[in-house]
DNA sequence: GACCTGCTGCGGCGTG
């Protein structure tokens, strides 16, 4: 492309503010061969190239966020040149970090702007390089960026001194984290560094309702954020539920000699799913969402080997966070590469970041976490015009006369209907909100005194609550929280009152882990033939023999060097799914068992249901006329009182705290509480709790046992501990309501 | 009944 003729001049675009970027920008546009800009990147040049404001962009993924944001920074970074870095862009992955350094380079290249990148992976060599002539784009992580503060404390105010963009990239992937609370925090102090305020931009998939995303951008002036929106709009959705029967032990035909784990291991409920998956993708380009690494791994050894029957190559790659670097790259590679027939099977890896290019098909296997990671996954699916598809697969159990309530009422089945149809209706989760961050709190604390080498208590409370990220906390818990820190050693005082670290706390800033917000687990390192695999967590039993399941391949156990923490394996035609490590705590919406119940109550039935599914769908019915639920919300079956709040797992799980409260023995099973005793005793309790009013989260949270779940909980004065777990996971209000509509 | 992300300084060794 050596000309640029007026015709397909970009500038020729409606509003026309691409005069407005710098003209060697232009040219580079020109010699890309664009038509024309992409909708964001059209509305985003005049608000970022004034340089003045926060702004958000957002819309759907591949869009051209990144270019949308750059064109005009570059615009000004071409204009004249300063001594420092310019512009910060702060990614969550490093895989995105090198992405956008990648494309970055060619477009600043010719504008004589330096782009660095700084993660893990990047040689001390080119960091050194960055600090000894600083300038440009610097392209980083939060935990590098976390480092700098620490390391080179002292140098990042003349490092940042001409700095006027901060972009963060992935916006919605920080909302509502502790990374996203730390990142927060480090971008006010970099204002803080420099006295004066940078504008940011936000690169966001679409969010609901943005004031969230705005006001996570910039706490306190969220009302003040720039919101540029270029949706594309939902095209074209081909969706199908395929309901299974998952058949009960004794139903299962066992051939002679055969248990469970027989030839493959697999019981044939897999197999059924398997098979369609197989029949359906094989020969085209998709990705299977598998919710947990175990079934990943289950799915992508089944689909492996039906490929090996079939006497195909395989095109079946197993794709999750323990899986080596090196496997997953080669996996994303074969798929983007379009030479051959890929599909993988996956977990929530791929919902964000890597590019893979738009396939032709979503497979979700079992109940979506959310309706918002629903969302997120379809919008890999159906780009350039094609139709969006989605196949969502859902076993049920075989019922017998001992069934437990939900299997009787096809929870799994209603539950992925019931998102299914808020997703149709454009709703989804908000990202969560509302809880304080003590623990990430204890990391910016001590991160502030690395910094500076000791910090008063005021000025301390000032620079991170007050007018930073932990505005929630005030100056009396504040005072409380760092008792609590100078008692267990974190902290120490001078004679002057200068906060320092403390005996434990310079241990704690000494070892790198600190960077990250987050807790890690220490883990074993798989190794085949020299080649690492992967990693497993350490408490994993594993013995010279064990047979294995992992990279979608078979394995057994060679043998295991406890002080390396290496595994080594040979292939082996027998092979289990490993467990991994959970922790997990639930998190369905008040809104997704509101639908429940509407699904239960109404009698239509969704075109997207296959026969089986609208079999289950049916029989779901069935039972919740039965037991007359569209009346009443409370009936005894057996020795246990079932109560059916129709509620989130915050007001389930609160409600099963406040009847633990009153010495009852609750079990809950998703959205239902299971009691054991007599259902006047149930309800009298239930009757207590509505005449007391909302329970009281600091009486609740005696009984949970651990409530220290994030990483420096353990430091946390007890009663804040209790203060933030309430508002993470309870919902004292709702449970007040709940139980309130339950006596109805 | 879950998932994901990230990280420094330094000693030891081999190579140019």
Redesign the pocket.
Same mark, same amino acid.
């Given at each position: 492309m050596s000309s640029h003729p007026s015709s397909s001049d970009p500038s020729g675009s409606a509003s026309g503010s691409f005069h407005r970027l710098h003209p060697k920008v232009q040219r580079w546009v020109w010699t890309q061969g664009w038509k024309e800009l992409r909708g964001i990147q059209e509305v985003a040049i005049a608000p970022i190239i004034e340089g003045t404001q926060d702004v958000i962009l957002s819309a759907s993924t591949a869009s051209g966020k990144t270019e949308a944001a750059f064109l005009p920074i570059c615009s000004r970074l071409a204009e004249d040149s300063g001594g420092s870095v310019r512009a910060i862009y702060i990614?969550?992955?490093? &895989?995105?970090?090198n992405d956008q350094f990648e494309r970055l380079d060619g477009l600043c290249d010719g504008l004589g702007i330096a782009v660095h990148r700084?993660?893990?992976? !990047?040689s001390?060599g080119h960091?050194a390089r960055l600090l000894k002539s600083p300038a440009g784009i610097l392209l980083?992580?939060?935990?590098?960026l976390? &480092?700098?503060f620490?390391?080179?404390g002292s140098a990042l105010a003349s490092l940042f001194s001409s700095l006027e963009h901060i972009v963060i990239d992935e916006l919605h &992937?920080f909302i509502g984290?502790?990374?996203g609370c730390q990142l927060q925090s480090l971008l006010h102090r970099v204002e803080l560094t420099l006295r004066r305020n940078v504008p940011r931009v936000g690169l966001s998939a679409t969010l609901g309702d943005m004031t969230l995303a705005a006001e996570f951008l910039r706490p306190g002036a969220g009302e003040k954020v720039r919101l540029c929106n270029s949706d594309s709009g939902g095209g074209e959705l081909l969706l199908q539920l395929r309901g299974y029967r998952k058949r009960t032990p004794d139903a299962r035909r066992l051939a002679p000699g055969e248990d469970e784990e027989s030839s493959d291991g697999l019981p044939e409920d897999e197999h059924d799913v398997g098979a369609h998956l197989f029949k359906t993708l094989r020969g085209t380009h998709n990705l299977v969402f598998a $919710?947990?690494? @175990? $079934? !990943?791994e289950l799915y992508a050894d089944l689909l492996r080997r039906m490929c090996e029957q079939a006497q195909l190559p395989n095109e079946f790659f197993p794709?999750?966070?323990?899986?080596s670097k090196e496997l997953?790259e080669e996996a994303e590679a074969a798929l983007k590469a379009r030479q051959r027939p890929v599909n993988l099977v996956?977990?929530?890896?791929l919902e964000m970041?890597i590019d893979v290019g738009a396939v032709q098909s979503i497979a979700q296997v079992g109940?979506p976490?959310?309706v918002a990671?629903l969302r997120q996954r379809l919008g890999r699916s159906g780009r350039k015009g094609g139709p969006a598809v989605l196949r969502l697969y859902l076993q049920e159990a075989e019922l017998t006369k001992t069934s437990p309530l939900p299997d009787q009422l096809r929870?799994?089945l209603v539950?992925s209907v019931a998102m299914l149809e808020l997703l149709l209706t454009n709703w989804f989760e908000p990202p969560a909100s509302g809880a304080f961050h003590f623990s990430t709190l204890v990391q910016q604390l001590l991160s502030l005194i690395a910094q500076h080498g000791g910090v008063k208590a005021g000025e301390a409370f000032s620079a991170l609550c007050q007018a930073g990220p932990f505005a929630r906390v005030s100056r009396e818990d504040f005072v409380h929280f760092l008792r609590g820190l100078g008692q267990r050693e974190l902290l120490s005082q001078s004679s002057d009152g200068t906060l320092l670290l403390g005996r434990v706390g310079e241990r704690i800033v000494n070892?790198?882990?600190?960077?990250?917000?987050? @807790?890690?687990v220490e883990e074993f390192r798989l190794v085949a033939s020299g080649r690492t695999l992967g990693t497993m967590p350490i408490d994993q039993p594993l013995f010279v023999g064990t047979y294995l399941i992992f990279g979608g391949r078979r394995w057994r156990v060679l043998a295991v060097q406890g002080d390396e923490k290496v595994v080594e394996l040979e292939p082996a035609p027998a092979g289990r799914v490993p467990m991994?490590?959970?922790?997990? !705590?639930?998190?369905?919406h008040d809104r997704v068992r509101e639908q429940m119940r509407a699904v239960y109550a109404g009698d239509g039935i969704p075109r997207y249901l296959d026969a089986r599914a609208q079999e289950l769908l049916a029989e779901a019915r069935a039972t919740f006329q039965r037991w007359g639920l569209s009346e009443r919300s409370i009936i005894t079956s057996g020795r246990e009182v079932h109560v059916f709040p129709w509620a989130g797992?915050a007001v389930v799980h609160t409600l099963a705290l406040s009847l633990q409260a009153s010495g009852l023995s609750v079990e809950t099973?998703?959205?239902v509480l299971s009691v054991e005793g007599m259902q006047s005793d149930v309800e009298g309790a239930l009757r207590g709790l509505v005449a007391e009013g909302p329970p009281r989260a600091e009486a609740l949270t005696t009984h949970v046992a651990n409530m220290a779940l994030e990483k420096h909980d353990g430091f946390v004065p007890e009663d804040l501990l209790a203060r933030d777990y309430a508002a993470r996971y309870l919902d004292v209000q709702g449970a007040w309501r709940a139980a309130q509509r339950v006596l109805q």
């Open positions: 990614g969550p992955l490093k &895989a995105l970090i700084w993660h893990g992976d !990047v001390q960091k980083i992580t939060p935990e590098s976390e &480092a700098l620490i390391r080179q &992937a984290t502790e990374r $919710n947990s690494r @175990a $079934n !990943v794709h999750h966070g323990n899986l997953r996956c977990t929530t890896t970041g109940v976490p959310s990671s929870m799994r539950q070892q790198y882990s600190f960077y990250a917000a987050f @807790a890690s991994f490590e959970s922790t997990g !705590v639930g998190g369905v797992d099973l998703g959205a």
